[in-house]
């Protein structure tokens, strides 16, 4: 875990890794994110966080190019990505997962793998080592020739997880990796992160689980009805009174 | 004047036709988010139990009229349970792919469907009875066929009752329920299937009534459902998918449009008319006129 | 087979193992001194097999289900016909264009669809293929209408038809091997099984849906161009909704999603067909009837029950 003050340093030296500037997307009578801006530093894990219907699945959608805002622009060390299509996005390094977990389900575990590293570039050699080293990191040997439409809820995450990673992206989007998650698989999952981490892999961490933000992320973004409340130390936002409100006070289904 | 009179109200009438088969469909849609293939196939088989039994039987023309809808409700029920149930109950290893099964499922349905009908009755040699024996209605300036007044006449009151159906009693709650949030309201004691059931019942009830009420008019074929058919394709996807009132007002407004084109454009392209609309339609707004806006086309 | 066996480049692989070796057997065929009528019968089921390659490669591997695939034969038959007619071209000018002219329509059919999914998808390409057919069929001055248009033949006899033909259908099996083996396989593979997914790990859905849509459409064209050779006659019945339907009921019967599949589908349904015409004009109602089981009960056909069925015996061996 970094401290305040290494954060700190990390800001002050670089341009930060993604650049948020006041994005805001509605739809029909619902104003979803209301000119939300933040910065992601490089090698950090930042936590998105808010009650259900805050925003911040939307905005992950932005950043990861489903849609484009109605206003504001994001940057990629400083370059506008701001209507690139996620294919695109991925070629330059952001990539994300789904909510609901998306791998394609007629083909093995370890065709997936291989398909998400072709389409990032990598020969079939490397793809396929890359995919076995993958394979055996993740724990799903003895599931990788299945079908992956055949592999459990946990697994199929994992595997959705491999894909993001065949090529090491610059930040990966993580949308809810822990729920519904299976206590091991949250451990495999976690560790993975940690471990990326530690080699300078950026995160942002859309999640609702407190104690998994409280471990793995540095910082934190809390939103509500589509406005930041909080944000900084992960610590201090959890602590902030508005924050626990946010929370309490109700849900937005 | 009276040329555009007559136009407008044999539009209209025909639009009624169309809309008693597009609001089953849409019905469909709106509950299982696919398109049946083989809907043509109720008004085949509502026109041919309707002219047999009344030519054949000779049985009474409203008995036999009654018989259509009950044999329309029974193919729809059984569709539903042999051909349809996998995609959302139990394993189908087709699930992935629910679309595409049903497009293919339907579509294979609908060919048995036509050619089995044509190999073991064959084109029914005989158009079903009028429902009364006036010929001629003159209304003000216009001579009206008295068939077709009277099959208007049961079309109006058959929408305005689905139209209450669903809005007021408890099926119909209960499908609007279904159509909104599948897995919702099964948490609410909704069964989806036996709704699901119920308005494949009902689609196939009124297209059945509706060729039934147009056998009188037309010679029966095995075939005779593919343009009415696709008639309610263009009306549903025109409509706004789902929409049942959509569906309805599309189809008076197809109705009348094909009335005046066939007259003043092209009586031989008048068919594919409708064919040109679905494609503009579905090229630059996926989402028709009424429709909601759904994730994805 | 152990699970090993599952993996896509070894299901390709033994895919086009069999196919090849049941080529190898066709070869004899025509050994056995059959009727030209019979010969007749297995060359037009070996257009349908290029028809129901091209079809499965937009709907079994890319997961579009078009309505047209008809319409193309038809459109591919048309063009080197017309050429013929009014300028008197000969077919090594109308092959390339009719290959060139489906593909473009192809291509233009696949923007209008691009982002349709479904029964959308199926009622664009519908109404697209019956628009076409209806216009050649009704466009008396320009194409004869119902009367059709002559093409000349490219080689005498069908003897030499029949191994032309075979070799179509082994050329184009072994280039859509070729595809589907390469990353661009993948990619469509991927598409099918889910588009939004693909396009988060950076394939490019639009180009590659287009690129299914006029290679296939570009095969069909073709396929309709060799038909329209060998019967020397091209008619709009050759793109009626009846013929989509019976190289669908193919390509599901057969297996959908493979290689082998189709092309044991087109040549068991096309000669079952002209036996069942025989007892009664019953094929239609009898494929429609097996698309519907199979589809429900056994999604991955006929190839399919066989391998399982292989598959069982050789793991029976091994106990």
């Known amino acids: 875990m970094l401290d305040s003050n290494q954060i700190k340093k990390i800001k002050m030296k670089v341009e930060p890794l993604i650049r948020v500037e006041g994005i805001s997307k509605r739809f029909g009578g619902n104003q979803a994110v209301d000119h939300v801006s933040f910065d992601v530093p490089h090698g950090i894990i930042l936590g998105l966080i808010g009650p259900n219907g805050s925003g911040k699945t939307t905005v992950l959608n932005m950043l990861s190019g489903e849609f ?55 020969t079939a050699a490397e793809a396929s080592a890359r995919a076995q080293s993958l394979i055996q990191e993740l724990t799903l040997e003895h599931v990788q020739y299945l079908d992956a439409g055949q592999l459990s809820g946990g697994q199929k995450k994992l595997l959705e997880f491999g894909m993001c990673f065949m090529c090491p992206p610059k930040v990966a989007l993580l949308d809810e990796p822990f729920a519904a998650v299976h206590p091991v698989m949250r451990e495999t999952m976690s560790r993975f992160i940690q471990s990326r981490n530690q080699s300078g892999q950026t995160f942002l961490l859309v999640s609702h689980d407190m104690p998994i933000v409280k471990i ?13 409340i909080s944000q900084g130390l992960t610590r201090t936002v959890l602590e902030d009174p508005n924050v626990i409100e946010a929370y309490l006070g109700g849900d937005h289904e | 004047m009276p040329l555009f009179f007559d136009l407008t109200i044999n539009g209209l009438i025909m639009g009624l036709f169309y809309a008693l088969m597009a609001v089953g469909l849409a019905m469909i849609f709106g509950i299982l988010r696919i398109v049946n293939f083989a809907h043509g ?93 006036t010929q001629r209605i003159a209304i003000g300036p216009i001579m009206l066929n008295g068939q077709k007044i009277i099959a208007a006449g049961i079309s109006i ?18 499908i609007q329920a279904v159509a909104q949030n599948r897995f919702g309201s099964s948490l609410a004691g909704i069964d989806p299937v036996k709704t699901t059931s119920i308005i494949f019942a009902i689609s196939g009830m009124l297209a059945a009534l509706s060729g039934a009420l147009l056998a009188p008019i037309m010679n029966p074929a095995p075939d005779i459902g593919s343009f009415p058919a696709l008639k309610s394709f263009i009306i549903v996807v025109l409509g706004g998918i789902g929409s049942i009132w959509g569906s309805m007002f599309a189809a008076l407004l197809l109705g009348v449009s094909e009335s005046f084109f066939a007259v003043y454009i092209s009586y031989d392209y008048r068919d594919a008319f409708g064919l040109f609309i679905l494609v503009a339609v579905l090229i630059f707004r996926p989402h028709g006129l009424a429709g909601q806006k759904g994730r994805g086309a | 087979m152990s699970q090993i066996e599952n993996l896509w480049s070894r299901r390709l692989a033994r895919d086009l193992k069999c196919l090849l070796l049941l080529c190898a057997l066709m070869c004899f065929v025509p050994l056995l001194d059959l009727s030209p009528y019979t010969l007749g019968i297995l060359i037009i089921g070996f257009y349908f097999a290029l028809m129901a ?49 489906s593909a473009a329509l192809g291509f233009l059919l696949g923007t209008t669809v691009l982002r349709l999914k479904g029964p959308y998808l199926a009622l664009t390409t519908l109404a697209f293929a019956e628009i076409a057919r209806v216009f050649i069929g009704n466009s008396h001055e320009f ?37 589907m083996r390469s990353k661009y396989g993948g990619y469509l593979l991927a598409i099918r099984d889910d588009a939004d997914a693909a396009e988060s790990r950076g394939i490019p859905v639009v180009r590659f849906k287009l690129f299914a849509f006029t290679i296939s459409s570009a095969i ?100």
């Open chain 2, 157 to 174: 009151s058959l929408l305005c009752g689905l139209a209450l159906f669903i809005k007021k009693s408890l099926w119909g709650r209960q």
């Open chain 3, 220 to 319: 069909c064209g073709f396929a309709g161009c060799m038909y329209g050779s060998f019967s020397q006659l091209v008619s709009p019945e050759l793109g009626l909704l009846q013929q989509t339907g019976l190289i669908i009921s193919m390509v599901v019967i057969g297996g959908i999603g493979s290689i082998t599949g189709p092309v044991l589908g087109a040549l068991l349904v096309y000669l079952s067909s002209e036996w069942l015409r025989d007892v009664g004009n019953i094929q239609l109602i009898v494929f429609a009837l097996l698309v519907m089981i199979f589809a429900r009960f056994f999604r991955t056909g006929l190839w399919g029950i066989f391998l399982g069925i292989y598959a069982r015996f050789k793991s029976n061996k091994k106990n």
């Open chain 1, 216 to 228: 793995l992320c540095h910082e934190c973004i809390c939103m509500n009805t589509g406005k930041i």
């Open chain 2, 41 to 133: 196939e109720f008004f085949m088989v509502g026109a041919y139990a309707y002219a047999l039994t009344a030519m054949k039987l000779g049985i009474n023309p409203w008995f036999a009229l009654i018989l259509a809808a009950v044999s329309g409700a029974f193919l729809g029920v059984a569709i539903e349970k042999l051909l349809m149930r996998p995609l959302y109950q139990g394993y189908a290893s087709w699930s992935i792919v629910k679309d595409e099964y049903a497009v293919v499922v339907t579509f294979a349905l609908s060919l048995f469907l036509i050619h089995f009908v044509d190999k073991v009755i064959g084109p029914s040699p005989f158009m079903g009875p009028s429902l009364v024996s």
């Open chain 1, 68 to 122: 484009f805002p109605d206003e504001g622009a994001t940057y990629l060390e400083g370059r506008p990505i701001t209507r690139l299509s996620p294919s695109q996005l991925a070629h330059l390094g952001v990539t994300r997962m789904f909510q609901m977990t998306r791998v394609f389900g007629r083909l093995s575990a370890f065709d997936n793998l291989l398909i998400a590293g072709r389409a990032m570039g990598l």
């Open chain 3, 143 to 179: 194409t004869r209408g119902d009367q059709g248009l002559n093409l000349p033949t490219l080689m005498d006899g069908r003897i030499a038809y029949y191994y032309f033909f075979l070799a179509l259908v082994v050329l184009m099996s072994a280039l859509i091997f070729l595809l």
């Open chain 3, 53 to 101: 390659l091209a079809w499965n490669l937009l709907a079994g591997f890319t997961g579009q289900f078009s309505m047209a695939p008809a319409a193309f034969a038809m459109i591919g038959g048309y063009i080197p016909a017309l050429l013929h007619f009014h300028l008197g071209a000969s077919l090594w000018l109308g092959i390339p264009a009719a290959v060139i002219g």
